[in-house]
T-cell receptor
Framework: LAKTTQPISMDSYEGQEVNITCSHNNIATNDYITWYQQFPSQGPRFIIQGYKTKVTNEVASLFIPADRKSSTLSLPRVSLSDTAVYYCLVVRDSWGKFQFGAGTQVVVTP | GAVVSQHPSWVICKSGTSVKIECRSLDFQATTMFWYRQFPKQSLMLMATSNEGSKATYEQGVEKDKFLINHASLTLSTLTVTSAHPEDSSFYIC?????????????FGNGTRLTVT
């Protein structure tokens, strides 16, 4: 499984856009990129998943360049409640095994 | 959406006793469930993969005789921490996928906080 690297922490103010970039240089052809959010003492919550180009849902966008060696999670206009740890995962479709990296602690302040 | 229920949400037990944690998929059938452990300020660590009707597959370094996993039905997997010790105190999280093999998202329970005294 491809190893992921993401920043340990990011700070932002309310209303700003937060972009978290994840590196996954060894991503394989049939790997998907998936992002989860975790609040303290809770299980992770699915945010978004993509394979290539751009994916958008009601909470975030995921940008994946053509070489797929990195991806960027974009959180538009964050609020205090977006303070959480965000995990980037690369998932092999034939295995379905989800290995979590260190994650990025995002802190949003007023 | 798919819901995974985990019970109990927290438990305190004495050293040497066993504790069972249940993980249920409420509105879907999960042929595969995963168990994770998370220590404070750390990421989730995959402990084992639980397949319905067969033996669990444990990650390297996880003692299968200490962490007993049973996946007797398509909606229930249990993790039993046997002869618990204070170092087993952790946050245990289960997850389930409707399908494996296509990168479909995992659905996580809300975790069980185990404290061994």
């Amino acid at each position: 499984l491809a190893k992921t690297t993401q920043p340990i922490s990011m700070d932002s103010y309310e209303g700003q856009e937060v972009n978290i970039t994840c590196s996954h240089n060894n991503i394989a052809t049939n790997d998907y990129i998936t992002w989860y959010q975790q609040f303290p003492s809770q299980g992770p919550r699915f945010i978004i998943q993509g394979y290539k180009t751009k994916v958008t849902n009601e909470v975030a966008s995921l940008f994946i360049p053509a070489d797929r060696k990195s991806s960027t999670l974009s959180l538009p206009r964050v609020s205090l409640s977006d303070t959480a740890v965000y995990y980037c995962l690369v998932v092999r479709d034939s295995w379905g095994k989800f290995q979590f990296g260190a994650g990025t602690q995002v802190v949003v302040t007023p | 959406g798919a819901v995974v229920s985990q019970h109990p949400s927290w438990v305190i037990c004495k050293s040497g006793t066993s504790v069972k944690i249940e993980c249920r998929s409420l509105d879907f059938q999960a042929t595969t469930m995963f168990w994770y452990r998370q220590f404070p300020k750390q990421s989730l660590m995959l402990m084992a993969t639980s397949n319905e009707g067969s033996k669990a597959t444990y990650e390297q370094g996880v003692e299968k005789d200490k962490f007993l996993i049973n996946h007797a039905s398509l909606t229930l997997s249990t993790l039993t921490v046997t002869s618990a010790h204070p170092e087993d105190s952790s946050f245990y999280i289960c997850s389930a996928s409707i399908r494996t093999g296509d990168g479909s998202p995992l659905h996580f329970g809300n975790g069980t906080r185990l404290t061994v005294t």
